[in-house]
């Protein structure tokens, strides 16, 4: 897994920055320019992490949970990716700050922002915790998935564990529905919505709400007797177990 330090960052993000500190506000704007470009490796990293998770679903699957050695290597790649994911929040929030302090200073002040950034930075990485790291959606999702496709797969949990997991495949077998009530199609991408558990495929649902918000209006659950009136994307996660069945149930049923 790749590493990205801190101090690499601020090299790359300050090195269009001129000495001279009445050409430094001009720089600014290249610095956020910069940010943003390293904000949307987040999205990669969102990206490596769903891949993950679906590689050890696919181990679940194959093997159940005997191969326990291979699913901790899993688990300790999402943590990586998790910790790199709150790396670069907490660098994008060092940059900010730091930069909105100096703007109301001096402009010889702005000669220290990179070494401003650099303590910022640390400040704010002292303060992020194991636990922090583990409540990450997408490694809380890992977790949930990995443990609910062993049940489907007949797989025993744990005593503790079972009722709920009980529950859990309940609720997604007496809702298993692979056509997306948007397109009217078989779901690619399916992506759960937390507050009314209805399915929706990933790209339907983002543009229905894109578009809605564009028009300042509200995007209502389509699925027919729902009162869900206002979904918002923060409330869709992508389903990787549900994403699985339906990729299962098209080699069963001959489909390409």
């Not at 993000?13 to 000495?19: D, N, T």
């Not at 610095?31 to 679903?57: E, P, R």
């Not at 564990?161 to 056509?179: C, G, K, P, R, Y």
Request: hydrophobic content about 35%; some cysteine.
């Amino acid at each position: 897994m790749i590493k990205l330090h801190v101090c690499l960052w601020v090299e790359f993000v300050f090195i269009s920055i001129p000495a001279a500190p009445f050409l430094l506000k001009m720089s600014l704007s290249t610095v956020q320019s910069t940010v943003s470009t390293l904000k949307s490796c987040q999205t990669d990293i969102a990206a490596c992490m769903d891949m993950i998770s679906d590689v050890a679903l696919g181990i679940v699957e194959a093997q159940g949970m005997d191969n326990s050695s291979a699913l901790k290597k899993l688990e300790d790649m999402i943590l990586e990716c998790s910790r790199l994911d709150r790396e670069i929040n907490c660098f994008v929030d060092s940059v900010d700050e730091m930069t909105a302090q100096v703007t109301q200073e001096p402009p010889e002040a702005m000669v220290n922002l990179r070494n401003s950034v650099k303590g910022r930075f640390t400040e704010l990485m002292a303060g992020v915790s194991d636990t922090d790291l583990q409540r990450h959606s997408k490694v809380v999702a890992f977790k949930d998935s990995v443990r609910k496709y062993a049940m489907q797969a007949g797989q025993t949990p744990d005593e503790n564990e079972e009722e709920e997991l009980d529950e859990d495949i309940a609720v997604t077998q007496s809702q298993t529905n692979f056509i997306c009530p948007l397109t009217q199609v078989e779901m690619v991408n399916p992506m759960k919505n937390k507050k009314c558990n209805h399915y929706y495929d990933q790209v339907a649902v983002l543009e229905m709400i894109k578009c809605k918000h564009k028009n300042r209006k509200t995007f209502r659950c389509p699925k027919v007797g729902c009162d869900n009136k206002d979904v918002r994307e923060s409330d869709l996660e992508l389903d990787l177990v549900m994403k699985r069945m339906i990729q299962n149930h098209k080699r069963q049923s001959g489909k390409t």
